[in-house]
């Protein structure tokens, strides 16, 4: 268990395609949420919650953060996580990724780099919302949000961050316990049709 990083979830969306708040759907006898919070909980010792929508985490009994800068969109999310968190190293993933295991999350915990943010990169397409964020980016985003008031430009967006900071991408599709389902997002109700029957099969 690892003390030098904490794990952050982000259950921020607002669901609108699901039409329902999808870290709650179950596949068999458990939510969402905790099935990523169990991958989690394997690798973190401490874990918890970035969210706007309190009461619906409370089940969890783990702590929650709500959002500094609401409707904000993911970035907020990652803002008041970092600001939350007590270590310079986190673990940021989000709540739509069910398939995602403890050897992902590992694998990119104990990879060496200076940059202020390490994520994986699945046949080149970066996944933005997986891996670790450094406490030093707070000043940054504090920067785009103060920047978006004036410049209808800047919308605050995780890849203002990304072009502002330094990071690592690291293709992880040679891994042995890499699969192609991993980081499919579950966004829609097709999408929630598709990966329940995935994790049935497991």
């Known amino acids: 268990m690892r003390k030098d990083i904490t794990g952050i979830i982000l259950c921020g969306g607002k669901s609108s395609r699901m039409q329902t708040n999808k870290a709650l759907l179950k596949f068999s ?26 009461d619906d985490f409370e089940f969890l009994n783990i702590p929650i953060v709500k959002d500094i800068q609401i409707h904000r969109g993911p970035l907020s999310g990652i803002f008041s996580a970092l ?22 999350i590992d694998y ?10 390490i994520i994986p990169t699945i ?3 970066v996944q933005r919302l997986f891996g670790i964020y450094n406490k030093s980016l ?6 785009i949000f103060e920047q978006s008031k004036v410049d209808k430009n800047i919308k605050g967006s995780i890849y203002e961050l990304h072009e502002r900071a330094s990071v690592d991408n690291v293709e992880i599709t040679h891994l042995a316990f890499y699969n192609d389902h991993a980081f499919f997002n579950m966004n829609a109700p097709d999408d929630y049709e598709i990966i329940k029957n995935i994790y049935e099969k497991r």
Request: aromatic letters at 6%; one cysteine or more.
């Open 29 to 54: 006898d458990k939510t969402v949420i905790e099935i990523v919070l169990t991958e989690m909980k394997k690798v973190f010792d401490e874990v918890f919650i970035s969210a706007n929508d309190c």
């Open 83 to 104: 600001k939350e968190s007590n270590t310079e190293k986190n673990f940021i993933t989000t709540c739509d990724l069910p398939l995602i295991t403890h050897q992902l």
């Open 108 to 117: 990119i915990s104990n990879l060496i780099s200076e940059k202020e943010i």
């Open 123 to 125: 046949y080149g397409e």
């Open 138 to 143: 707070i000043k940054k985003i504090e920067a």
